[in-house]
């Protein structure tokens, strides 16, 4: 387990060589963005899922969240889900990421949005959380799950720390039964010896046996695939050859288009297909 941790870990922060440098770029460019840091204007950095702050929207509207509410974010990435969440419900939210560089960026953008005091991240697994049981009234996770091999563990422990009746969603690749094989590298493994994609079955007997009741099974590839198309043409028509203020790149690298492309390529041919899913703790 401490191997697939140290893999997945490094995996996300192999194009970090130096995270204080990281951070400091990002601050600059904050500073020169001067207007207010909101999850709207930062959604093409932070969003790192299909479909982007539109499907962060979309999964909110699914899960039903009161202001007083407690969220996890589990898997939270560079904070841009969570940092909406906090914007647009009011709720308290708990953000955990393995990487911790990503952790501290997340840190920064909510401190700079002035959420801070509604989010907050901590660097840890989502197999091992350092969180007392039933502490969550709803749990949160987006384009996450496909690191880790033992998925019966991680929803046991999804469940165990959310509340009794609370609800878990999550927006997820999985793979049709029988289907052709993913084309790797993608964004969260570099082959196919780092990935777990279950297919509608399996994940669904997984969250039974872990207490986690399935109310809402949305397949949303075709939205997926619409974005996809949608993005590659805002590419082309691009008058301006600059690159956007603020770059998934900076963190990912260079490696960062063959792995999308691959994700992309993967969804348009049916390799890979993505569901919206909400579940209720019994």
Same mark, same amino acid.
């Given at each position: ?70 969220? =996890? ?33 997340a840190q920064l953008l909510a401190d700079k949005a002035g959420v801070s005091e509604k989010v907050r991240y901590v660097a840890g697994s989502i197999t091992d959380m350092p969180f007392p049981s039933e502490t969550f009234d709803r749990v949160w ?12 563990? =991680? ?39 780092? #990935? ?24 949303? #590839? ?24 603020? #770059? ?35």
């Open positions: 387990m401490l191997d697939e941790l140290a893999i997945t870990r490094d995996h996300y922060q192999a194009a970090i060589n130096d995270p204080a440098a990281l951070l400091a770029r990002i601050s600059s460019a904050l500073e020169a963005h001067g207007a207010p840091i909101t999850a709207e204007r930062m959604g093409s950095f932070d969003q790192f899922h299909i479909g982007g702050l539109a499907s962060s929207i979309e999964l909110a509207a699914r899960m039903d969240i009161a202001g007083d509410a407690q969220v =996890l974010d589990a898997g939270s990435g560079l904070g841009g889900p969570s940092r909406y969440l906090a914007e647009a419900f009011g709720c308290q939210v708990t953000g955990i990421d393995l990487a911790p560089a990503y952790v501290a960026i996770t987006q384009h996450v799950v496909m690191n880790i091999r033992d998925r019966d563990s =991680l929803y046991r422990e999804i469940r165990r720390v959310l509340k009794m009746g609370g609800r878990f969603a999550f927006y997820d690749p999985y793979v049709p039964a029988g289907g052709e094989a993913p084309h790797y590298p993608t964004p969260w493994a570099e082959s196919a010896a780092t #990935s777990t994609l279950l297919t509608e079955d399996e994940t669904r007997a997984s969250l039974a046996q872990a207490g986690l009741k399935v109310v809402l099974w949305e397949d949303v #590839s075709e939205q997926g695939k619409d974005w996809i198309t949608q993005q590659q043409q805002i590419r082309q028509l691009a008058a301006a050859p600059t690159g956007p203020a603020f #770059s998934l790149g900076w963190v990912v690298g260079p490696r960062m288009q063959p792995m999308v492309a691959n994700f992309a390529k993967n969804i348009q041919e049916g390799r890979i297909r993505l569901v919206m899913g909400i579940c209720e703790a019994a």
